[in-house]
């Protein structure tokens, strides 16, 4: 009931106070009216409210594009927003982010011009003539940046591009919780049953409850990663496809190279090219996507895989995400390779996301002038079990104590109870 409340509560405010900030007061006069709905005791009931009126003080300020000013590059994406349901896609996970969430409604109309603004930097789908886009977006660690090419994914898909690849980590953990994420949050459909059953039926998830009308395609699960058998199978093709096809992919070499091969084998055309417009984000874009080899031609395997993908495509954009681009703005401009086309320098834009009002990050606990410097804690036992100074062979018979502390309350709090004694 707590959790009906709470999501009843957050449409009936977003609704109601999409241009102004709802007061307390105003907060519970709307919960008064759904209380009657939802029996709660007073201690959920208040709860309830205070997070609603956090949610809707947290605001977040537009990015900042840095842009090659010497680059033709026409705006496109702002002159077809009078499109009737042209924002489908957006708008079904714009009411996911606050009626589902109950993000604010400043945050995400940030977010919404933020994606604006980053399709806007990639190639127009519609435009005929081959195209190559390379940007880059920084964000914060865990400040919103999977949101954000969440939101880029729905425009993306809403402008008109067929074809949406998504590398993750080089984990298959990693890509299983982004597949079940993009799952809910840009698809609507279990991506498991689609690719498991011959007739392809639906299981809605996330904003496919919201609106099912329209639905992209999955070509990976949280099953599995790529896998052409599979996709053959079922007589699976980016030809049976009238909205967008979604892949989400590790960061493998012979995972990759076998999605080149399917794409080149079973949807190119005459010259083993696609004319499909593709958007390839790069999630966690400085780890393992950048060539660390230095010269005559040569690359690495994930890196070499990744611009060959790019190059299956006669119109491609290609947008590395991450919150550390050291590596990435050092990448060669200029190196290129007749097979697998330029590198993934971003030649084209970078864009830098803000974080949230409410986001604590290193900065804010380990910076110069810390806000939140007094939470840190000095540990005093680990010395003990960890040297500073220790070989490689050393062994670990015990855990300080403190250590163990940690870790009970990380547990404690993951599975919302109380630790012995405690309040």
């Not at 991506?191 to 919201?210: K, M, W, Y």
């Not at 190059?311 to 097979?339: K, L, S, W």
């Not at 330029?342 to 996301?353: A, C, G, M, T, V």
């Amino acid at each position: 009931m707590v959790e009906m409340l709470y999501r009843l509560l957050s449409v009936a405010i977003n609704t109601k106070y999409r241009d102004v900030i709802p007061t307390e007061e105003n907060i519970r006069e709307e919960a008064l009216i759904l209380r009657g709905i939802c029996p709660v005791s007073d201690e959920e009931y208040d709860h309830v409210i205070r997070q609603i009126h956090a949610a809707m003080l947290v605001s977040m300020d537009r990015g900042v594009a840095i842009i090659d000013p010497n680059a033709v590059h026409l705006p496109w994406f702002m002159h077809r927003r009078g499109r009737e349901d042209f924002f489908f896609y957006w708008a079904r996970y714009e009411r996911f982010l606050t009626d589902i969430k109950g993000w604010g409604p400043r945050v995400v109309a940030t977010i919404n011009d933020d994606s604006d603004r980053i399709i806007d930097l990639c190639g127009d789908p519609e435009k005929v003539e081959p195209w190559q886009r390379r940007g880059l977006v920084i964000g914060d660690v865990q400040s919103g940046k999977t949101a954000n090419y969440t939101a880029l994914c729905c425009k993306a898909a809403d402008a008109g591009y067929k074809v949406i690849i998504l590398l993750t980590g080089t984990l298959e953990n990693l890509r299983r919780q982004t597949q079940e994420r993009l799952d809910a949050e840009f698809i609507g459909r279990k991506s498991g049953e689609l690719l498991r059953r011959r007739d392809r039926q639906s299981i809605f998830v996330g904003v496919g409850r919201i609106d099912n009308r329209r639905n992209g395609m999955v070509f990976t699960s949280i099953n599995t990663d790529f896998k052409a058998n599979t996709l053959n199978a079922i007589g699976l093709s980016l030809r049976d496809c009238r909205e967008p096809a979604l892949f989400v992919v590790k960061k493998n070499r012979r995972i990759l190279e076998n999605l080149e091969q399917w794409l080149r084998a079973f949807n190119a055309g005459a010259d083993q090219m696609l004319d499909l417009p593709l958007l390839l984000i790069d999630d966690e874009a400085d780890n393992a996507s950048v060539n660390t080899r230095q010269g005559g031609g040569d690359y690495t395997a994930v890196n070499g895989a990744i611009r060959g993908l790019l190059n299956c495509f006669h119109r491609a954009a290609y947008i590395g995400v991450t919150a550390t681009p050291y590596a990435n703005i050092f990448i060669d401009p200029d190196d290129a390779d007749e097979m697998v086309g330029n590198d993934l320098f971003p030649r084209d834009f970078i864009y830098s996301i803000s974080s949230p009002t409410n986001y604590i990050g290193a900065d804010a606990i380990f910076g110069e002038d810390a806000t939140y410097a007094h939470s840190l804690e000095i540990i005093s036992d680990a010395e003990a079990f960890f040297p500073l100074r220790h070989k490689t062979d050393h062994q670990i018979t015990d855990l300080p104590q403190e250590l163990e502390g940690c870790n009970c309350s990380f547990c404690a709090s993951q599975c919302n109870c109380r630790l012995p004694g405690t309040e």
